[in-house]
Structure formats: C-alpha cells, structure tokens
C-alpha cells in the first residue's frame, strides 16, 4: 500500500483502538504526541525500502536506505513480521524513556501503545496486497487475505486509489460521527493540561 494510505488506515486504528479502550485522564501533550507515533509507527516498516519517506528526506538517505534494506533481508521481510514488530516496540520504548526527562507531561505507555498500533495496521493493510506478508517470519511464507492472490490489491493501482483509500477515510469518518459523544467526551474530561 503506498503511504498515504498507510497513514490513513493507522488514524481508523487509532480510533478504534481509543474507542475499544478509552484511556484515563491524560494529557493534551499525551494525545498531540500519540497521534504523531501513531502516524510514525503506520508507515515505520516501510523503511526496509529505499524509496522510504524518512530516507527520501535525508541528503544521502537512498544510500542509507539501500544498505539498511540488505541488512534486514530487503522490502516486506523482517520490518514486515511479528519480529519486526517486537524490535520496532522494543526501539520505540528505549527512545521514548530516553525522551522522558524532556517531555515530562507526555505518558510514553500511551504514545508506545499508539505507535505499536499504527506498526500493527501497516502489516495489516499490507496483507490485503498481492505480495502479503512474512507474519510468522522465521516461517519462509506471506500470508495475503483474501486467501486467492488474484483478489488482492496492486499497491498504487485503482483499487487501492478509488476503493480502499476512499473507503478507509469513510471508515474513520463514520466511527468519528457515530461516537461523537463519545470521543467528545474523552476529549473535554479526559484531556487536562
Ligand atoms: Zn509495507
């Protein structure tokens, strides 16, 4: 799935997640900062390819990103498991408690949380292509749903541009209204500075 649709699908994650388990009383720091990893961890294991957002930006990134994606096995291998995920949680909580000291209104579980399920949602989304994904890593084998490659989405072709995009904007706009009071709610009670 390209990016913009990664970041999409890890802000209807972050919804649903908020919704299944609304959080206590948290900071406005904490949320701001929660919904930046989200964003973070819903395009992070697409680093394992040169053509990366993060790599794209830095001077020499490409020559970054092409010895960074030979060492974890290239596009959609390790970044794109179970193990990956456990690495990347891993990363994400040592950086976040080495952050602690200078932002200490932010609640790193929160943020850590948010980030693992923006990194969830991607391996999730990726699934629904033609390549699927290595979940079970060392297992040599990628799971795709629906279980028929032929059914899957092309990354960048029109079913992912004029269905999935659009639905999953639709998606996220729906859990928005139809909880409204809800989410209000969390936002007015549970946010203090
Ligand atoms: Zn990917």
Redesign the pocket.
Known sequence: ?TART?DVAALAAFTVWVLAVPPGKTTVATGLTALLANQLGGIA??I??PTAPMWRNLPIGRYFGKIFGALVGG??FF??SLIGVAVFGLAAKVLLQFLQPIMPHVDIDFVWGAFLVGVLS??V??SLTKEG?PWLLPLPFKFGFPPIRAWRVTTGKWVENIIVLPGLIVLTTWLCATNYLTLADLIQSNLVR
């Open positions: 799935m990664h294991p697409d394992d390819q596009h959609r970044c794109h991607h391996l989304m990726d994904v």
